[in-house]
């Protein structure tokens, strides 16, 4: 299990004096390296302008199905059942839209396998095409689901997961008019072969830039001895292209050792014999992160610089690390922020830490808004068959404003998930995080079961938690489980003001525990002032009329809440929760124990 804290999230809530702090993050440097260093060559726009030519209609063959012949390919049992053949091309075609602009901007050498491998398809299936007479000639289109051409996120889209193989006789396709938009198809991508195909290694601009980086973390290292770089990239296609052009260079130039961990096969390593594992790469790199010296057997060689893509961006300790590298943009801002998070961990021995983003040489506006035009141009021919007049939908309008606003302060900081305005945050989806909080107590408190009802203590409040008592309750009727929607049945927390306004209810229990932890963060002994101030109120104890009518509060909230979420569920799918249960108030309840804010 992972649990993804970040680091905003972690300097709130959590005490970090016993286990160190967070580097320093310096500004990011954004660099924006033009397509080649050949004299009188092409640049990102030219390519662009070819790009929009292109309709792909190799991977539509089922829109040229005659209408007199469609009957013969749907298959009836799947009706209602998610996407059809059709719209699963529909979308395919759209995303290798997108992903040719991805792959150009993540590497030429990637961009250029895209285009030889979709070129390659169509030759074949024209091949096929001119060959027909007449007779019936059956078209098996191959599944690219599985091709190297897609990043991560890509790959998990629905469209790969149904209708994998489709067969078309020739005979009942329009297959006069495919041919004609094959053949357009397959001129633009011979002249796009063309136009990129003199930038070698030598003269790719972004790869010089990239190797002129490395040499000044080298020779001026951001902190004293530490030689270590990621490098991140979307595609394993670059990532080979990165480890065949910059390993051996750092071996000879620096005496570094190089790895490349894809995911998709076994790593690579300039280490002769050394397991290209996931964990032995890692282990090699991040030694200390990943407690090597307490590791029997372990491989004691280090591994200075990894190339990788986001198979490793969740999920890794690497802040042995101080110097990570975007080499190309991923198009969801979260994975930015992700892959920083591998370095910027609590506890490292880092006093600062260095993120560098390549940005194509384009404007940053009109680079996201390329994908927006796009999705125009694919949809104009659904629009033609369905009479759908909306281009781009308020959703996918909302995504594209909500990716250049990010992009954009990437450019200039580093950013917190919290701070992804319009996202949602990953620290806002589960209580994993307290479950292993609790867990690891228990183990060094095993008589925590014996603990005695009704046990409390006293906080001072802070701006996010004002005065009042927060109440831990227990529903001691076991069938009854609140309608399911409380996530911590049979407790119940509950946070009332000491107006007896409900601060939290039990609906959010995130957000009160995040609470709890926030008042309680650093404190190991009671406040014997605010202790004083509690005894003098309440007589020592001897007087809790006040508490006891906040607890009825908490109660009624209780109440409140799902008399609210009852009638919510009246005009929602699934059905009313209103019937499900009931609670009568406090017999139903008993305290566990409560925590008085003063």
């Known amino acids: 299990m992972t649990i993804a804290r970040s680091r905003r999230h972690i300097e709130k809530y959590y005490n970090i004096s016993d286990v160190g702090t967070f580097p320093e993050r310096l500004k990011p440097i954004s660099v924006q390296p033009c397509l080649t260093s050949l004299d009188n060559a092409i ?41 059809t053949q059709a719209g699963r091309e529909e979308g395919i075609r759209r995303l290798m839209s997108i992903n040719l602009l ?37 078209l098996e289109l191959n599944d690219i689901s599985d091709a190297a051409d897609w990043d991560d996120d890509d790959q998990n889209n629905d469209i790969f997961t149904v209708y994998r193989k489709v067969k078309i006789d020739l005979a009942d396709m329009d297959h006069v008019s495919w041919l004609h938009d094959l053949e357009k198809d397959a001129e633009n991508l011979e002249l796009l072969s063309l136009m990129v195909q003199d930038i070698t290694p030598a003269y790719d601009a972004k ?49 570094m050792n190089t790895a490349e961990i894809t995911g998709s096969v076994d790593g690579k390593t300039t280490i002769p014999k050394l397991s290209g594992d996931l964990n032995t790469v890692l282990t090699c790199f991040s030694p200390i992160s990943k407690r090597r010296d307490s590791l029997p057997n372990a491989n004691h060689a280090d591994i200075d610089l990894l190339i990788a893509t986001d198979c490793i961006s969740e999920g890794q300790n690497l802040q042995d690390c101080d110097y990570l590298i975007n080499y190309d943009i991923h198009w969801n801002p979260v994975r930015i922020i992700q892959r920083f998070g591998r370095i910027d ?30 999705e125009t141009r694919m949809k104009m021919t659904v ?30 900081e580093v950013v917190d998930l919290e701070e992804m305005s319009g996202g949602i945050s990953i620290m806002d989806l589960g209580l994993n995080e307290f479950r292993l909080d609790l867990l690891d107590y228990m183990k060094k408190h095993d008589d925590v079961e014996h603990t005695p ?15 009042g008592v927060i109440f831990v309750l227990k529903n001691i009727n076991n069938e009854i489980n609140v309608d399911q929607q409380n996530r911590l049945h049979p407790f119940y927390m509950v946070y009332i003001g000491q107006d007896g306004s409900t601060v939290c209810d039990y609906l959010s229990p995130k957000e009160l525990l995040d609470r709890l932890r926030l008042l309680c963060k650093g404190k190991t002994e009671p406040d014997q002032s605010l202790c004083q101030q509690f005894n003098q109120a309440t007589d020592d104890g001897k007087n809790m009329s006040a508490y006891s009518e906040l607890l009825s509060e908490a109660i009624r909230s209780i109440l409140d809440a799902k008399e609210e979420s009852d009638i919510d569920s009246l005009f929602k799918m699934g ?11 406090l017999d139903d309840f008993e305290l566990i124990c409560f925590l008085v804010v003063q």
């Not at 880092?350 to 996201?368: A, G, K, S």
């Not at 033609?384 to 308020?394: F, K, R, V």
């Open 43 to 83: 640049n990102y726009q030219q390519i662009y302008n070819v790009l929009d030519s292109l309709t792909l209609h190799i991977y539509t063959p089922t829109s040229f199905i005659l209408s007199s012949r469609i009957s013969k390919y749907i298959d009836p049992s799947q009706h209602g059942k998610g996407l």
């Open 102 to 138: 991805k792959r150009l901007e993540s590497s030429v050498y990637a961009f250029r396998l895209t285009i030889d491998r979709i070129s390659k398809l169509i030759e074949d299936t024209m091949q096929s095409v001119r060959s027909y007479q007449n007779g019936s000639r059956v």
């Open 207 to 255: 790869l010089q830039e990239l190797l002129r980086l490395i040499d000044e973390k080298q020779r001026h290292p951001i902190n004293p001895g530490n030689r270590k770089i990621i490098i991140f990239t979307a595609f394993s296609d670059t990532a080979d292209y990165l480890y065949q052009n910059i390993s051996g260079y750092v071996k000879q130039a620096f005496g």
């Open 345 to 374: 961990r609590i506890g490292s021995q880092n006093r600062c830490i260095q993120l560098v983003n390549f940005w194509p040489d384009v404007d940053l506006d009109e680079y996201i808004n390329l994908k927006g035009r796009v």
């Open 383 to 412: 629009m033609t068959s369905t009479g759908d007049d909306n281009l781009i939908n308020p959703e996918e309008k909302g995504d594209l404003e909500y990716r250049s606003a990010q992009l954009k302060r990437l450019k200039n």
């Open 453 to 467: 009802l009704g046990m409390h203590a006293i906080v001072a409040s802070t701006p996010d938690a004002p005065p």
């Open 575 to 585: 059905g009313t929760t209103a019937l499900l249960s009931s609670i009568s108030g």
